[in-house]
């Protein structure tokens, strides 16, 4: 018996539907500018610190939980070595998404190395996570608060709502 091997249609298969979340000052608010953090003298550890039990948006975590049926990704700039630490923030909160992408501590490094590099590199990283997405995800929505970013999504053509993360 012959066995007809047909074409896959990859154009029509439908990809499963996501919505992209940045976390700090979209999420939960930007408590780090009490801080004082700003990209020339940004640390880490003490950003985590000031993040403890940070305020939730509720416009945007709202948005995250009460939509079952949908996946939903975080990406945020932080680097991949406060993953645990972010997962815990995140459980607490009761808002861990589907998918956690976090930036490379190699590329964390690079962008601390130059402030004037910072932004740019988060610029960047995003971008190219994203573009990856589009690739395997149909992304319905981002949800994000910086300008910078902002553009990139318009860029990619992607839908996207600006969160004013303030801080009170
Ligand atoms: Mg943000």
């Not at 948006?57 to 070595?81: G, K, M, V, W």
């Not at 690079?110 to 960047?124: G, K, M, T």
């Not at 608060?145 to 993360?165: F, K, R, S």
Request: aromatic share 8%; hydrophobic share 40%.
């Amino acid at each position: 018996m012959a066995l007809v091997l047909t074409r896959p249609l990859l154009g029509n298969i439908m990809k499963d539907r996501v919505v992209v979340f940045d976390l700090d000052g979209t999420l939960v608010e930007k408590e780090y500018l009490r801080a004082g953090l700003d990209s020339d003298n940004w640390d880490w550890l003490v950003f985590m610190k000031s993040m403890e039990g940070p305020r939730v948006i509720e416009e945007t975590s709202d948005a995250l939980l009460y939509h079952p049926d949908q996946q939903n990704i975080i990406l945020t700039a932080r680097p991949s070595f406060l993953r645990t630490a972010t997962k815990v923030m995140l459980q607490e909160l009761g808002l861990l998404p589907d998918r956690l992408i976090m930036m490379t501590d190699e590329e964390s490094r690079q962008s601390l190395a130059f402030p004037d590099y910072f932004i740019e590199q988060h610029v960047r990283f995003k971008r190219r996570v994203l573009e990856g997405l589009m690739v395997e995800f149909d992304i319905e929505m981002c949800y994000e608060d910086e300008n910078y970013h902002l553009e990139t999504l318009e860029d990619l053509g992607l839908d996207y709502i600006q969160v004013t993360g303030e801080i009170r």
